[in-house]
């Protein structure tokens, strides 16, 4: 069920407009709606072409999480909304890290255990890891992360990554495009509040919507072409 109207969903909208106000004034016209639920991924943006509203669903579990490494969360999502629907996770996590917040981005890979890249969608795309992102830092970002590190008591080290990172939403009517772990599925209308997931079918990868088996074979190349 869904949290709302609480101090969770303050803090998670309060960080969204911290970012838009510093770091995203291209998304400033958007409505950011904040909706904590049970999902498969840390987080879902949902958009829409003909509307200013960005619907960020986040996983119960983030709920444990300090402000640092809901702020990287949050500001991977951001990109995915500045850069289109299509736009592949590397892209999006380099986005993140030119626009400035690279720290918070470290932190939250390093915190949810993905301290190596982590290879997605048959090595088509990837999510950048705690390392590489390390090496895009400069020096001041640098000591700001070894702070933060401290401060939160965390040593980089690999976990069992456990849910899916991400899923990105846009709808185009009529028709909806959805990415998850890289790959990408044009389908129809999907409800507002529906959960979506990937499930591997044979050889090929099946997007599950509120439980049905909506699409198979999602198109990678879409992403390699960098299609918009
Ligand atoms: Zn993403």
Request: hydrophobic share 40%; net charge neutral; glycine share 4%.
């Amino acid at each position: 069920m869904a949290l709302t109207g609480n101090k969770y969903l303050d803090r998670i909208t309060n960080v969204a407009k911290r970012l838009v106000n510093h770091a995203y004034l291209e998304l400033s016209k958007y409505k950011i709606n904040a909706v904590i639920k049970c999902t498969s991924a840390f987080a879902l943006v949902r958009w829409s072409r003909h509307e200013t509203n960005i619907r960020l669903t986040l996983d119960k579990q983030v709920l444990k999480w300090h402000d640092a490494q809901l702020t990287g969360l949050i500001a991977h999502e951001l990109s995915h909304v500045a850069l289109g629907a299509k736009s592949s996770e590397e892209s999006v996590d380099r986005d993140v890290i030119e626009r400035g917040l690279g720290v918070y981005l470290a932190i939250e890979r390093v915190m949810s255990g993905r301290h190596e890249d982590q290879m997605i969608a048959r090595g088509v795309d990837r999510y950048l890891g705690y390392r590489t992102i390390r090496n895009h830092l400069d020096e001041r970002e640098l000591e700001q992360l070894e702070k933060l590190l401290v401060h939160l008591r965390v040593y980089p080290q690999s976990k069992t990554v456990a849910l899916e990172h991400d899923a990105v939403i846009y709808d185009c009517d009529p028709e909806t495009y959805l990415t998850i772990n890289g790959h990408i599925f044009t389908v129809g209308l999907i409800p507002p509040d529906a959960s979506v997931h990937l499930i591997q079918r044979n050889n090929e990868i099946c997007l599950v919507v509120n439980k049905n088996i909506k699409s198979c074979s999602s198109n990678t190349n879409q992403i390699r072409n960098g299609l918009q």
